[in-house]
C-alpha cells in the first residue's frame, strides 16, 4: 500500500494527484496536490491540524478510539517521514492554481452578510461536503459524490457554520450545523 507524501492517506488510483498536464501524480493524493502543486500552504504542524479533524473517519477505519488531540500528536510523529516534511521549503511547488485564486476572489466578492473574508481553500471529495438540502418539500443532494471541489468550511459563531463548494461551473454557499444538519443554500451562482 502506498501512501500520500503530504498528508499519510492511503493511495489508490481514484484520489491520485495531477500533474499541471493532467496526468497522475504517483506520490500525493488529490486533496493535497492538483494541477502540479499543492492544495494548501500549510507547515506541518498547520497540516496536521487540518488533517486532526478527520479523526472519526480515522477511528471508524482502524477501530481505534483517539480524541482529536490524540491523533494529531499521533500525525506530527509520523508526518517527518513523509516526502513533502523532508523538502526544504523552497523547492516545495506551492499552492497558486489560478482557478483556486479567481474562486477565492469571486467568492470575497460575493458580499454574504457575516461570512468571514475566505482566503484559502481546500480539495474536498464531494461525497464528504454533500450534504442535503430542502427543496421544494424533496431532501436534495446537489454535488456528485464523486467529484472533488474547492471549498471551505468557516463557523459562524452561532453554533453553525458556512459551507463553501465550487468547481470550474459553481459555486455553492450553504450554511448548516457543525454536523452537516439543517442545511439551507445561502447562495448558487453559475460561474461566467
Not at 1 to 26: H, I
Not at 65 to 82: A, C, G
Not at 106 to 134: C, T
Not at 173 to 184: F, I, L, R, T, W
Request: with cysteine; net charge negative; aromatic share 10%.
Amino acid at each position: 500500500m502506498q501512501f500520500c507524501q503530504s498528508c499519510g492517506m492511503p493511495l489508490t488510483d481514484e484520489v491520485l494527484g495531477t500533474e499541471a498536464d493532467g496526468s497522475k501524480n504517483e506520490e500525493y493524493c488529490i486533496y493535497c496536490y492538483k494541477d502540479g502543486t499543492f492544495t494548501g500552504d500549510f507547515t506541518m504542524e498547520e497540516m496536521a491540524e487540518f488533517c486532526a479533524q478527520f479523526v472519526d473517519e480515522y477511528n471508524k477505519n482502524t477501530g481505534q478510539s483517539l480524541t482529536r488531540e490524540e491523533y494529531k500528536q499521533m500525525l506530527l510523529h509520523y508526518f517527518p517521514n513523509l516526502k513533502r516534511w523532508q523538502l526544504p521549503t523552497d523547492e516545495l511547488p506551492h499552492a497558486t492554481s489560478p482557478l483556486k485564486q479567481q474562486l477565492i476572489e469571486e467568492i470575497n466578492a460575493l458580499g454574504i452578510k457575516d461570512m468571514p473574508r475566505i482566503d484559502n481553500l481546500f480539495v474536498l471529495q464531494g461525497s464528504f461536503v454533500n450534504v442535503v438540502y430542502p427543496i421544494n418539500g424533496n431532501m436534495v443532494k446537489l454535488l456528485d459524490d464523486s467529484a472533488n471541489y474547492w471549498g471551505t468550511q468557516v463557523e459562524k459563531g452561532d453554533g453553525r457554520c458556512y459551507g463553501i463548494a465550487c468547481d470550474e461551473h459553481h459555486i455553492l454557499v450553504s450554511e448548516y450545523c457543525k454536523n452537516g444538519e439543517d442545511a439551507e443554500i445561502v447562495l448558487l451562482k453559475r460561474r461566467n
